[in-house]
């Protein structure tokens, strides 16, 4: 069934501008993806967009030879045409269309590829007056179709030249399908305001009624936000523990949190043997005190250089048995304190325990997790596959082959998708393909380390970027920044100087906390009621009325679950 978000038609939104109202058409956005090898392509998105003769069916016109391979045009045996690279002496020799690029618009791609054997890694890149630009990447396989989805903007309007390039030189490229789509940055903040309205928000009912249960005409109401339904947070480390102010300008702010240390196991067994959870345990004790909920991170780290001495020096059998009494001790001891786990961090990119204790290590921890906490997301956690398409090892399609492996293995378990989303400088298009990409998994998706590289304006111009199109993707359901503070400077982006005064980067933060923290007023009217649209969370609704001598307070929720209409009665 196609989710409302991701039907495709034209639609309208408006611009205010010195408070005229000006409808556009705009081109909706399509967030289809599939992760399946098709025995033919799809037809292209967009009818190919800006690409000539997208489908081959008028043989390689628009089409030329990048760099010294032969291209051919061949036909399938059910009709189906495309372009074929061969004789490539080198991996970047492909078919290529030379396209004509604006600045300030935001392109998505997409392109469906084979090869003639075996499997190969192809890369889309687009090549411009000022470079080259990885536009997505994907592994394309022998005897079926692989959809590679991404996206790029460029810095400089002018000519470009799209082609395809792989990690060999001896594949075969088959390309059909193409497209390239332009969006204007107005187009592209209608799809935000459009996916919101839809999967963040609700039109809410709220009807006042006297004592005796008739609606109660000219109450003035207000509706106030307590919670947030979004889970939206900040990393935090153990010196909150006795900073005051550090604890004051976190609890204001943030519903759920990841330490960043404090529960790993270097942290809780720095002696083999020697468990101390004390630090972990009061960090639990203060965000619950404020309400807000922790993800559990982690149980392991599979990058070898994050392993203490003393369990390198283990032989297999002895890790095995201090993995055993690790991931007991620890999962058992925050059961159902924690809503998540990031059971083997960065799992995609590295094998620790894989290369000492077998290929199903992590399949079984997952395994082990799961019974222990049964009720606990678990989490497939790494990094780069969000943040460019230039990691050969963490592109979407290879992430997801990961993730279904795991998956297989706890069929039964909640599952999730973890992006740790450490950013340089943004490909905004790129990004919202990749979550394209991982909603077909049909789980949670959550960027879990969110960070820029530093604190200025240009840098809070990127971190409001990617946080803007983190919530208005679908299928992400929340985020947690990498921002831990301490008085010596954050890992690669602090939030506010040493006083919790805000960088701008803080600013950019508090600035979309308002504005996602919906709340309205106003009087009812003659039959009672008032309809407001509401971010999902949790509210306070006041009313006053000179036949009541004082003010009325109800809680509602608002979710995607919740009634439509709420009926509250003022109390004399």
Not at 14 to 29: D, E, R, T, W
């Amino acid at each position: 069934m196609t989710a409302p978000w991701q039907k495709a038609a034209f639609f309208l939104f408006v611009l205010i501008l010195g408070g005229q109202a000006i409808f556009v058409n705009s081109v909706p956005y399509d967030y289809s993806a599939t992760t399946e090898c098709l025995a033919e392509p799809l037809k292209p998105q967009y009818g190919g967009g800006i690409i000539v003769n997208p489908e081959f069916e008028k043989s390689l016109d628009g089409w030329t030879s990048f760099g010294y391979a032969n291209v051919a045009h061949k036909v399938s045996k059910s009709g189906n045409r495309f372009s074929v690279a061969h004789d490539r002496s080198v991996p970047h020799h492909s078919v290529s269309q030379k396209v004509h690029l604006e600045k300030d618009k935001l392109y998505t791609l997409s392109a469906w590829l084979q090869v003639d054997k075996g499997t190969a890694d192809v890369r889309a890149v687009v090549k411009t007056p000022n470079g080259f630009i990885a536009a997505g990447a994907i592994e394309a396989k022998a005897s079926c179709w692989s959809m590679l989805k991404g996206g790029l903007t460029v810095n400089i309007s002018g000519p470009a030249e799209l082609y395809f390039e792989s990690n060999n030189s001896t594949s075969e490229i088959w390309v059909d399908s193409v497209s390239l789509q332009p969006f204007t940055l107005d187009e592209w903040r209608s799809h935000h305001n459009s996916t919101i309205n839809q999967v963040r928000k609700k039109m809410v009912s709220v009807t006042a009624l006297d004592a005796k249960g008739k609606p109660l005409a000219g109450a003035k109401f207000t509706v106030y936000p307590i919670r947030p339904g979004f889970p939206f947070g900040t990393a935090i480390n153990q010196g909150i523990l006795w900073n005051p102010e550090y604890q004051k300008w976190f609890a204001n702010r943030f519903t759920v949190t990841t330490f960043e240390n404090e529960m790993k196991w270097y942290s809780t067994e720095q002696t083999r043997g020697h468990e101390d959870y004390s630090v972990a345990d009061a960090m639990l004790a203060f965000v619950q005190k404020h309400g807000v909920h922790v993800r559990g991170h982690n149980v392991f780290w599979n990058d070898p250089n994050t392993q203490m001495n003393w369990v390198k020096w283990l032989n297999n059998w002895e890790l095995q048995q201090a993995a055993t009494r690790r991931l007991n001790s620890v999962v058992s001891r925050y059961k159902n304190q924690v809503i998540a786990w990031d059971v083997n961090n960065e799992n995609v990119h590295f094998n620790f325990f894989e290369s000492r204790l077998g290929q199903d290590a992590s399949k079984i921890f997952y395994q082990e997790v799961h019974r222990i906490d049964p009720n606990v997301v678990l989490f497939l956690n790494d990094y780069n596959t969000l943040e460019e398409p230039g990691d050969w090892n963490a592109t979407p399609d290879k992430y997801l082959k990961r993730f279904h492996q795991i998956r297989a293995g706890v069929p039964n378990a909640k599952m999730a998708i973890g992006l740790e989303s450490h950013f340089n400088v943004p490909n905004i298009p790129y990004m919202r393909s990749v979550l394209d990409q991982m909603a077909s998994a049909g789980v949670p998706i959550w960027l879990t380390e969110l960070d820029v590289a530093g604190t200025d304006p240009i840098q809070a111009n990127y971190l409001e970027q990617i946080l803007r199109e983190g919530y208005s993707h679908p299928a992400v359901q929340g985020i947690v920044m990498w921002a831990s503070w301490t008085p010596n400077g954050c890992y690669r982006m602090c939030l506010t100087n040493n006083l919790f005064q805000n960088f701008p980067v803080g600013h950019t933060v508090d600035s979309l906390i308002r504005e996602w923290n919906t709340h309205s007023y106003g009087t009812t009217a003659k039959d009672g009621s008032f309809q407001v649209h509401l971010s999902h969370g949790e509210y306070e609704v006041r009313f006053e009325h000179p036949s009541v001598n004082s003010s009325s307070v109800h809680k509602i929720k608002v979710d995607a679950g919740s009634h439509h209409e709420h009926k509250l009665q003022i109390q004399h």
